[in-house]
């Protein structure tokens, strides 16, 4: 069956540098998407991106944050700078927009020292 | 802001027993969603009921909708022990050509053997 797959599956890094995050998403879908999820509480919507530009953003999505869908297949998260908040589970996922299901990959761990 | 919340909180049964968690939202919808999360994992989609629904059924799952009431709920019958895990509501809500879903806090449901 196919799925969203993520990587890197934890990542550590330290304050004030860059982290990409990779994604790859259903192969047929056209919907992209990125949560994350502090340690113990609701997972937050990020960002939405559909035909290669942003639909929609929340606030968290700063100018820190960045998408990028470099070639057919990858979907990224580039934090720029990283902060302590930002420590979280980050979660893509795409859909085909038809249905309203979410197909989720496992995430990326980030933790920032 | 539209926003599901879960009830109760945390929810532990024996098994074989069924597990009811309810959700609530402030505004209007597309459709409501459930997802599951066991620990450390992704999002996995349970099953979506539509604004003009009011109940679905999906193996030992059922969701009714009540828009007048803006509530939810999840009825998970028969319980095994690998149902435990988190329960997610997400409303859903299409803005600009966007997807957009909206996660609750969540029902931590344990089955004991």
């Known amino acids: 069956e196919p799925e969203v797959t993520q990587t890197p599956s934890h990542q550590v890094t330290q304050m004030g540098q860059e982290v990409i995050l990779r994604c790859v998403p259903i192969s047929n879908h056209l919907y992209f998407y990125w949560y994350r999820q502090i340690l113990g509480q609701k997972v937050e919507f990020l960002v939405s991106?559909?035909?290669?530009?942003?639909?929609?953003k929340s606030e968290i999505f700063d100018d820190q944050f960045s998408v990028e869908r470099p070639d057919g297949s990858n979907f990224t998260l580039k934090i720029r700078s990283t902060k302590l908040e930002d420590s979280a589970m980050y979660f893509c996922?795409?859909?085909?927009?038809?249905?309203?299901?979410?197909?989720f990959g496992e995430g990326s761990r980030l933790t920032v020292l | 802001s539209q926003q599901g919340e879960e009830d109760p909180q945390a929810l532990s049964i024996q098994e074989g027993e069924n597990a009811t968690m309810n959700c609530s939202y402030k505004?209007?919808?597309?459709?409501l969603q459930w997802y599951r999360q066991n620990s450390g994992r992704g999002l996995v989609h349970l099953i979506l009921?539509?604004?003009?629904?009011r109940e679905k059924h999906s193996g030992r799952l059922r969701v009714t909708l009540d828009t007048s009431k803006k509530s939810s709920s999840l009825l998970i019958t028969a319980s095994r022990a690998a149902d435990t895990a988190s329960y997610f509501c997400a409303t859903d809500a299409w803005i600009q050509g966007a997807q957009k879903l909206v996660f609750g806090q969540g029902t931590r449901l344990t089955i004991n053997p």
């Open positions: 996922a795409s859909s085909t927009g038809n249905t309203g299901e979410l197909f």
């Open positions: 009921i539509r604004s003009n629904e």
């Open positions: 991106f559909y035909n290669n530009e942003i639909s929609e």
């Open positions: 505004t209007s919808i597309n459709n």
